[in-house]
Nanobody, 115 residues
Framework: QVTLVESGGGLVQAGGSLRLSCAAS????????MAWYRQAPGKQRELVAG???????KYEDSVKGRFTISRDDAKTTVSLEMNSLKPEDTAVYYC?????????WGEGTLVTVSS
């Protein structure tokens, strides 16, 4: 069974940067989209950024211009470059891969932005 493993979370000061990475333990075929979600304490999980099979991207409004998502289908990896981080970006970040057959989720990585 293929699993997703995130890395790169941690504690950073406001204005700093982090890069999250997500790698699949095996090959996933027929990928439709790869994405990052986040869930802050007491809030629902929300889409942060997604990248689709044609290469198009989608960002949550509050991260536009600050976050960049990228993918490598051959390696089944997806990354999220996060710049100009704000305390409100604090959350557990989850990697998601949507294939034709099922959704895959990572276990999450905590990002904490101090003011």
């Amino acid at each position: 069974q293929v699993t997703l493993v995130e890395s790169g979370g941690g504690l950073v000061q406001a204005g700093g940067s982090l890069r999250l990475s997500c790698a699949a333990s095996g090959r996933i075929f027929n990928i439709r989209a790869m994405a990052w979600y986040r869930q802050a304490p007491g809030k629902q999980r929300e889409l942060v950024a997604g990248i689709f099979s044609g290469g198009s991207t989608k960002y949550e409004d509050s991260v536009k211009g600050r976050f960049t998502i990228s993918r490598d289908d051959a390696k089944t990896t997806v990354s999220l470059e996060m710049n100009s981080l704000k305390p409100e970006d604090t959350a557990v970040y989850y990697c998601n891969v949507a294939s034709l057959y099922r959704n895959y989720w990572g276990e999450g990585t905590l990002v904490t932005v101090s003011s």
